[in-house]
C-alpha cells in the first residue's frame, strides 16, 4: 500500500499500483500524480479500504451458538465435543468483538507536515521520526504525553532526550507546540434532514484564511 500511495502523489515506485490498475476500475479513475487535496481521497489508492481507513464503528456480529444437544443419545463423549465447540466459539466471537483503528483520523493533508506535540495520539507520536527508530519509544512517548502541554521554550527538547542525541534530533525536527492549520466539522440535523459542513482554516499571526470547504 505504500508503495501505492507515493505513486498516487507522483513518486513512481515499481511494487506500487499505476494507471494500468486504476482504469482497469469501475468506474475507472485515473492516479492524480500530486499531493493528495483532502484525507478521504486516500481511499481511492489500492489496498486502502473504507475499513481500513474509517475503522470499525460498532462491535462485530457475534459468531453463531455452538449446537445444542438433542436426544437420549447423547453421552459424555458427545458432551465433551459439544464443549469444544463452545469454547472455540467463544474465541471466535472475540476476535469478532475486535475494534479496528481506522487510519484517517490519525492523518491530515495540510499544515507544514510536522506533528504537534501537544495534540497528538499516542498512536501518531510513535511513528514520528526518530522516535519510530528508537528502542525507547514506549518509554518516551509515554513520557511526552505524561509532560505536556510544551511551551516553544526548549521543554520538548528535554524531554525528547531519552531518544539519544541523533534520534532526538530527527524528532525535534518532525515534531512542534502550535497548531497553525484547525480544521471544523460541523453537523446539523433538523427533522430527517441532515447536513455536514467541513471547513479547514490556516491561521499564521492574525491572518486567518480557508483552505478546504465542504458541505454535504
Given amino acids: 500500500a505504500a508503495a501505492s500511495v507515493l505513486n498516487w502523489r507522483g513518486w513512481r515506485r515499481p511494487n506500487g499500483a499505476d494507471d494500468t490498475y486504476y482504469q482497469a476500475r469501475k468506474p475507472p479513475y485515473i492516479m492524480r500524480s500530486q499531493p493528495f487535496e483532502m484525507p478521504e481521497e486516500l481511499m481511492l489508492v489500492k489496498d486502502i479500504t473504507p475499513l481500513s481507513y474509517h475503522g470499525t464503528p460498532e462491535e462485530a456480529a457475534k459468531a453463531p451458538e455452538a449446537l445444542a444437544l438433542e436426544g437420549p443419545d447423547a453421552n459424555k463423549d458427545t458432551v465433551k465435543e459439544k464443549d469444544t465447540v463452545k469454547e472455540k466459539d467463544t474465541d471466535t466471537e472475540k476476535e469478532k468483538k475486535k475494534k479496528v483503528q481506522g487510519i484517517g483520523p490519525l492523518l491530515t493533508v495540510w499544515g507544514d507536515g510536522r506533528v504537534n506535540a501537544n ?61 497553525d492549520v484547525v480544521r471544523v466539522r460541523a453537523i446539523g440535523i433538523r427533522g430527517v434532514r441532515r447536513r455536514t459542513v467541513e471547513v479547514v482554516f490556516s491561521r499564521k499571526n492574525r491572518d486567518v484564511r480557508t483552505v478546504f470547504y465542504r458541505e454535504d
Fill in 119 to 179: 495534540n497528538a495520539t499516542r498512536a501518531v507520536l510513535k511513528v514520528v521520526p526518530g522516535l519510530l527508530e528508537s528502542p525507547a519509544r514506549e518509554q518516551i512517548v509515554t513520557e511526552l504525553i505524561k509532560r505536556r502541554p510544551f511551551r516553544p521554550d526548549g521543554e520538548l527538547k528535554a524531554a525528547l532526550g531519552l531518544a539519544g542525541p541523533q534520534l532526538a534530533a530527527a524528532a525535534g525536527a518532525a515534531l512542534k507546540v502550535t497548531t
